[in-house]
């Protein structure tokens, strides 16, 4: 499945793709950010609440981004839906992300279950199931 980038800003393009979350009987539409710096996924604790996720039940777990600033996450099963695919992954929700910052797959949950090619100069990726 191939995606077009997503212009952000003037001069600015980055593989944003639309994906679909699920809890129990809630599902919701969320544009993420395919981050292959990322360790996992993380996405915003306004996420959790529109799921009726409880969200400080999860785990705790500390991440830091690329300032090195550390934040925390809670972790959550859930239902993600690329495309026709769809998959049970556990996933952080953090009140800390920015109030510009989208959705981030990472690593573990998206990675280590897509094969992803960026062509930026094309300006689109393309995900295939592994």
Known sequence: MRFPYKRVAPGIIRPIIPIELSYRD?????EVL??????FCIFDAEIAELLNL???KGERRQF?????????MYMHPVEMKIGNWSYKIEV???????????????????????????????????????
Do not use: C, N, W
Not at 26 to 30: A, E, G, T
Not at 64 to 70: I, L, M, N, P
């Open 34 to 39: 395919i981050d292959s710096g990322a360790d």
């Open 64 to 72: 830091a981004g690329v300032t090195g600033d550390r934040a925390f």
């Open 92 to 130: 952080g929700f953090s009140s800390d992300m920015g109030p510009y910052a989208h959705g981030i797959v990472g690593q573990v949950g998206f990675f280590d279950k897509f094969v992803v090619k960026f062509d930026y100069l094309k300006e689109e990726v393309e995900i295939k199931p592994r």
């Open 54 to 56: 409880p969200i400080t």
């Open 26 to 30: 809630i599902s919701i539409p969320y």
